[in-house]
């Protein structure tokens, strides 16, 4: 008769997990800010968040990588203690998006807080190569204009970097990237891809909607290896690799410098200086964007938006900088911190 | 084969035996050293996950530390007594500044002593405040310091033992040298890295850690094993003891069984419908992280439960029985305790397999940046493996080392838990 315990233990330790599920529905205001959004802003939002905490009396502020898209959909659910206040955006809100925040009555305060360079390089073991925009389309759309001549679209037929330009070494092209999910992946096929196939009158002179998936598609016959999201891993496969090219964010060939090198694209190669003064071709705006209605109610949401567009944040000599961030020129930050102060909400996407 | 078989005449009978014989005996060794080639081959692979780690883990647990000797003067700081309103606003990077400036006297203009400054890690100023408001006495005294270095130069010392030249992509010339100085002079050293195991996250390497993440997963776990043990248990003792067995009962079986298999994000996505969106329970909580991790560690936990209940022998029910017990005295007196080291054992690796868990927690908001060590259930948490993910994804050369490190203590938890899982059967099992 002495086992009796043991199943009241097991009732009375049940009881408790649910009363303390119980309890906590009836949980008060959330008392720390709550970021979501894009992997590449996250770096950059989680420093700030950190400096923020450690310098005022606020809870630090818990950043989570979403990805842009995902972001943006919890963002817009709605107002309230259990959605984020702020997300991370590594391109700009999409009209959709704006107008899913407007029907859940949501005003948000669109914030551009720097840059960031996409770099496409190779091991330092292989010599630097010098591409253009239009090589990388030819070596990497799944259609491209026939080289014959003719003015038809053909899959794409080029094996080697030297069947593309002949200027270009003979290597077979093997480029790894991230996967269409990531925000990198968008920037690369708008800035780079697109770009590069406008050049090419047969397609310039094609409708908006058919050139677009001719100009973003990539090849699928194993040229382009989609590698992941893990920037690391591209880097590291790139050192076994010499002869692959990757794309990557250029926070990561920073850090890398003693094992990859990165291509000039038009002529440029990839520097803190020359994707902050534009020369770089490839570089695309970050963002964050704010929930007016918060501001005011979740402790610290002005301080910490105070800090992020502070000189000594987003700033040329930042500590944002040194992350890897590329500060935007000084009469667009003053622009961007007079609209922050104001919490200017963006009705539509015509303004910028 | 027996002699009377010989002698009567069946010789080449015999002979076909011994052929057979021998390639019977031929196939037994090809299947043994198969078994033996797989499972060196096992070996193999489990050793070179090891070294690997190991050896890239090993650094991470050593931080490369400046020895600098504070002034803790009063004028700089902007203090003039030590409370924790006054400590708030000190100027402790300023001391830092005077300290290296008076090291390095012959370093000046301005970018210069701006890469000077960005030697010693960008919280060394919270070291110097935690320091003096446990020691107020010592405002207005000079002492040698140790403080973390910056995870550039961290990574440049390190990188010295691989080659001579050093990894220089972030250090400048003038930076290296000031280091071979520093490191020749013994005021540059590498220091048990404490950091590591008493902060939560940072964006600097030099200062972050695990703390948060591993009692993020502990809370986490707590919340799993305390829903999903009894639950479990209770549930398997129904199944076996009580249900009559009918298609429901059958149709409940199958369904248990599928729901093992169910891919986690699955649990994950219902977290966020039910936990999150409906019943409003906070986001990023070890709370709701243990509730998803129980759904998913339940079906584990009853199966191993119903098995264990199985194998106890019908005797001892029957024997229970016989004596006049109830179906209920039978069940909580006699199958019960002889099971229980199965349950247990079920239960162990069940909560292995949520510790090692990331992809439910992606969707419930755990997958994110913390920095303050969480104190309940409902505070913002991580777990262990989403840190060592999100180190994994960082650019910062120095995460590297830590990713493996943080690997090597989620590696050790769980061999500690297999290990009392294998512990516990052999002590409490009984055998009949």
Redesign the interface.
């Known amino acids: 008769?002495n086992?009796?315990p043991?199943?009241k233990k097991?009732?009375a330790?049940?009881l408790?997990?649910l009363t303390?599920?119980a309890s906590?529905?009836a949980?008060a205001a959330?008392d720390?800010i709550?970021i979501?959004g894009s992997?590449t802003v996250?770096?950059f939002?989680?420093?700030v968040?950190?400096r923020f905490?450690?310098g005022t009396?606020f809870?630090?502020p818990?950043?989570?990588?979403?990805g842009t898209g995902g972001g943006m959909k919890l963002f817009c659910q709605g107002v309230g203690e259990?959605t984020p206040d702020i997300t991370g955006a590594s391109r700009r809100i999409k009209q959709s998006e704006l107008d899913n925040c407007h029907k859940n009555g949501i005003d948000v305060v669109e914030v551009q807080v720097g840059f960031d360079g996409i770099a496409v390089a190779n091991s330092k073991d292989a010599e630097q190569l010098s591409l253009s925009r239009k090589d990388l389309f030819l070596a990497l759309a799944k259609q491209v204009p026939n080289p014959d001549g003719s003015e038809t679209l053909v899959a794409n037929p080029y094996k080697t970097w030297k069947d593309v330009n002949p200027a270009l070494p003979a290597h077979k092209i093997e480029v790894l990237g991230p996967p269409p999910t990531s925000g990198t992946r968008d920037a690369f096929a708008e800035l780079v891809m697109e770009h590069g196939c406008e050049t090419i009158p047969m397609i310039a002179k094609m409708e908006k909607d058919k050139k677009k998936v001719v100009c973003q598609t990539l090849r699928e016959d194993g040229a382009y290896v989609e590698a992941g999201?893990?920037?690391?891993l591209i880097v590291n496969k790139l050192v076994a690799d010499h002869n692959a090219l990757g794309i990557f964010?250029f926070?990561?060939l920073?850090?890398?410098?003693?094992k990859i090198q990165g291509s000039k694209i038009d002529g440029e190669s990839p520097t803190f200086e020359s994707i902050a003064d534009h020369s770089y071709p490839v570089s695309r705006p970050l963002f964050i964007y704010v929930k007016k209605s918060h501001v005011g109610v979740v402790p610290g949401m002005k301080q910490f938006l105070a800090e992020f567009t502070s000189e000594r944040a987003w700033g040329e000599?930042g500590?944002l900088a040194?992350?890897?961030m590329i500060p935007m020129p000084t009469a667009k930050r003053q622009q961007v911190l007079a609209n922050v102060r104001k919490l200017n909400a963006l009705s539509n996407l015509a303004q910028k | 084969m027996t002699d009377s078989n010989q002698s009567n005449g069946h010789s080449s009978v015999r002979e076909r035996i011994e052929q057979g014989l021998a390639r019977r005996h031929r196939k037994e060794k090809i299947f043994r050293g198969l078994g033996i080639a797989s499972i060196a081959f096992g070996i193999l692979v489990v050793a070179l996950l090891f070294t690997d780690i190991i050896s890239k883990g090993a650094g991470a647990f050593r931080q490369t530390a400046i020895e600098l000797q504070i002034t803790y003067d009063p004028a700089v700081l902007g203090i003039d007594k030590v409370d924790h309103e006054s400590l708030?606003w000190a100027n402790f990077t300023g001391v830092i500044r005077e300290s290296l400036r008076a090291r390095f006297p012959e370093v000046s203009g301005r970018s210069d002593k701006?890469e000077l400054y960005?030697m010693v890690s960008?919280g060394a100023p919270?070291t110097l405040r935690d320091r003096l408001e446990a020691n107020p006495e010592l405002l207005g005294k000079t002492e040698q310091v140790w403080l973390a270095a910056d995870d550039d130069v961290d990574t440049f010392v390190k990188?010295l033992d691989d080659s001579k030249e050093g990894?220089?992509?972030?250090t400048s010339e003038m930076m290296a040298g000031w280091i071979q100085q520093l490191l020749k002079s013994g005021e540059l050293k590498r220091r048990f890295n404490t950091a590591f195991f008493t902060n939560g996250?940072?964006?600097?390497p030099e200062q972050a850690g695990i703390r948060a993440a591993l009692v993020g997963s502990l809370l986490t776990l707590l919340?799993t094993l305390?829903?999903s043990f009894?639950?479990g248990?209770?549930a398997a003792i129904y199944l076996e003891e009580y249900a009559p067995k009918n298609r429901w009962t059958d149709l409940i079986e199958v369904n248990i069984n599928n729901l093992a298999a169910v891919p986690s994000i699955v649990f994950g996505l219902l977290g966020l419908a039910i936990f999150?969106?409906f019943?409003?329970?906070?986001?990023?909580?070890p709370?709701v992280g243990g509730?998803v991790l129980t759904l998913m560690t339940l079906p584990t936990i009853i199966i191993s439960s119903r098995a264990a209940l199985k194998a106890v022998p019908p005797s001892i029910r029957e024997a229970a029985m016989g004596m006049g017990a109830s179906r209920m005295q039978v069940v909580?007196?006699h199958v019960?305790?002889l099971a229980m080291p199965g349950m247990l054992t079920g239960a162990i690796i069940g909560m292995a397999q949520a510790l090692g868990e990331t992809a439910p927690l992606?969707m419930i908001?755990m997958?994110?940046?913390?920095?303050?060590v969480p104190g309940g259930?409902?505070d913002?948490a991580t777990v262990l493996p989403v840190q060592i993910f999100?180190w994994?994804?960082?650019?910062?050369?120095a995460f590297?080392e830590r990713t493996s490190a943080a690997i090597m203590v989620l590696l050790s938890f769980l061999i500690v838990m297999n290990a009392s899982a294998v512990w516990l059967r052999k002590k409490l099992e009984r055998r009949w």
């Open positions: 008769m086992k009796r043991v199943n097991i009732v330790s049940a408790a997990a303390i599920a906590q529905a949980l959330r720390h709550s979501v992997s996250y770096p939002t989680t420093t968040a950190e905490s450690r009396q809870n630090t818990v950043v989570e990588s979403t259990n999201e893990n920037d690391n964010g926070s990561y920073d850090q890398n410098t003693d000599e500590y040194d992350k890897g | 708030t701006r960005s960008s919270f990188s990894f220089r992509g972030r996250d940072s964006r600097e919340v305390v829903l009894p639950i248990v209770a999150i969106n019943f409003e329970l906070p986001r990023s909580a709370l509730l909580f007196h019960l305790p992606l908001g997958v994110a940046f913390i920095v303050d259930v409902t913002p999100l994994a994804d960082s650019p910062e050369r590297v």
